[in-house]
């Protein structure tokens, strides 16, 4: 793939980059070694005001950050504008709360372990390779970059290819609020060039948001290497709607959930699970809703959807409806590749789906819905748990019983009751099953990347 900004609105390329070749490559990995052992010398309120300054600056970058996302990825405007703030947001909470996440923990009883004294720490592990994707091209290398520093590990980023100019802005953000150089580097490389970063001895663990692909690859170097992995992988998130719901707050919600970032999102509802004695209603309030969005340039705050980021994803997309359609799939609504410059697909809501389908089983990452009616909640958990994804999920019922029972029952990192998936720093969020392993935000997120070092003293 090459490294350059192709903007999916018009098609066009704007601007192509050179890989970095191999001595380029080795240049920023040793920066990256020496910045970690300046950076580990640190403490923690050091660290908090670097970070903290350049949370500012990215904020004082807002409009023309936010202008870019839009120019490499299709994003609509205001949704790029906000997760730019965002990103600020979660940088400014790992300031905060990284010292009370990594502290100590003395064992109260150090004599059941024949010790005067007993503890634990957190130590950093080093330099950690991040193999991004492009879909939230900030908010994605943001949500690894704030705590793995804060905690005095250092980044390499290898961004995704299509988002070059975001992976520069990136190289130096975190320098120019005070950290040392070297601290965070990118990497403009191709996914081939990946197993090399993961192998130098340099690198002590890698973090990888993308495909399930992806993924293994990545997780099978770090496997032979004996290096910590964590993998944020794709998602088929079941969105559940039972009789006791508010249907016109889920039906509304449910649109928001599949076309936020044009439809490509992880966290995204993508299968819509509903009871039959409300399958009708929410059926014609959902399509009426899809039907209802603003498909349009991205640029303009009135665009709800945006295009596919790639026209080889705006082709998938085209290519899963076609097989289910082909297969007797009901279209209520879209399933037409607009004709206009661009990437862009029709919002979309699919009915009558059979498990020959590609789509049954496979991540639709563009804004296309598939609709299932269930007779009950034993059938609606187990079409939610039919995908090899366990990534979130989310539940529509005012019912205490029945939502105790699929808090437990779905298979998933997470369940939102009465909401959709939205990631908070504040939140651990990940996946099970082939969505992938480990945890990112909260405490935990940044726990990831340390050492978790016993001390015991006679
Ligand atoms: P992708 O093709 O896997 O790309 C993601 C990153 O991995 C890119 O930097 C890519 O580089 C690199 N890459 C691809 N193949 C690789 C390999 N064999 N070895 C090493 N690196 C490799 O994913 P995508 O299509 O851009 O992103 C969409 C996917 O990401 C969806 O499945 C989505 O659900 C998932 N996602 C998951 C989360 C989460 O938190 N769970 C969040 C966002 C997205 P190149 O660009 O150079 O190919």
């Not at 029709?346 to 296309?368: K, N």
């Not at 366990?390 to 369940?415: I, M, P, Q, R």
């Amino acid at each position: 793939m090459a490294i350059a900004t192709v903007n999916p609105t018009t098609g066009l390329t704007e601007k192509e980059f050179q890989a970095h070749a191999p001595d380029e490559v080795e240049r920023r990995i040793g920066e990256a070694a020496a910045a970690h052992a300046a950076l580990r010398l640190t403490d923690y309120t050091e660290r908090a005001v670097w970070m903290r300054a350049a949370a500012d600056v990215l904020e004082g970058d807002v409009d023309d950050l936010a202008t870019l996302l839009t120019i490499e990825m299709g994003k609509p405007i205001a949704q790029a504008r906000a997760e730019v703030l965002k990103c600020a947001k979660n940088m400014r909470f790992y300031a905060e709360h990284a010292e009370l996440f990594l502290a100590e923990e003395p064992l109260p009883n150090p004599s059941a372990v024949n010790a005067s004294s007993a503890f634990t720490r957190y130590d950093p592990l080093g330099v950690v390779l991040a193999v991004m994707p492009w879909n939230y091209p900030l908010w994605q290398v943001i949500r690894f970059a704030a705590p793995a520093l804060m905690a005095g590990n250092t980044g390499l980023l290898k961004h995704a290819s299509n988002v070059p100019q975001t992976a520069i802005y990136l190289d130096t953000l975190f320098e120019r609020g005070g950290f040392p150089a070297g601290s965070f580097r990118t990497l403009l490389i191709g996914a081939g060039a990946v197993g090399d970063v993961i192998r130098d001895s340099r690198v002590k663990a890698v973090t990888l948001t993308g495909s399930e692909p992806a993924g293994r690859s990545v997780a099978a170097i770090a496997g032979e290497q004996v290096k910590k992995a964590v993998l944020e992988l794709g998602g088929s998130d079941p969105f559940i709607v039972m009789p006791s719901a508010d249907l016109d707050a889920a039906s509304t919600t449910a649109v928001k959930a599949r076309v936020s970032n044009n439809g490509q999102s992880c966290i995204a509802g993508k299968r819509f699970i509903v009871h039959t004695d409300v399958y009708d209603e929410f059926a014609r309030l959902f399509s009426e809703k899809m039907a209802a969005l603003t498909v349009g340039d991205p640029m303009d705050e009135a665009t709800d959807v945006g295009p596919i980021a790639t026209e080889s994803g705006r082709d998938e997309i085209a290519d899963l409806v076609a097989d289910a359609v082909a297969k007797g799939a009901a279209v209520l609504t879209g399933g037409r590749v607009p004709d206009r410059a661009g990437w862009f697909y029709e919002p979309t809501v699919l009915a009558d789906l059979s498990d020959d389908m590609r789509l049954v089983m496979e991540e639709a990452f563009g804004p296309v819905a598939t609709l299932y009616r269930v007779a009950d909640r034993t059938e609606a958990v187990a079409i939610a748990n039919q995908t090899t994804f366990g990534l979130s999920s989310s539940v529509w019922t005012n019912d205490d019983a029945e939502e105790a029972y699929f808090v437990g029952a779905v298979d998933a990192g997470a369940v939102f009751i009465n909401g959709m998936t939205v990631s908070y720093p504040e939140l651990p969020f990940g996946g099970i099953k082939d969505s992938g392993y480990g945890r990112e935000l909260a405490a935990v997120g940044i726990q990831e990347f340390c050492n978790l070092k016993t001390v015991w003293k006679a």
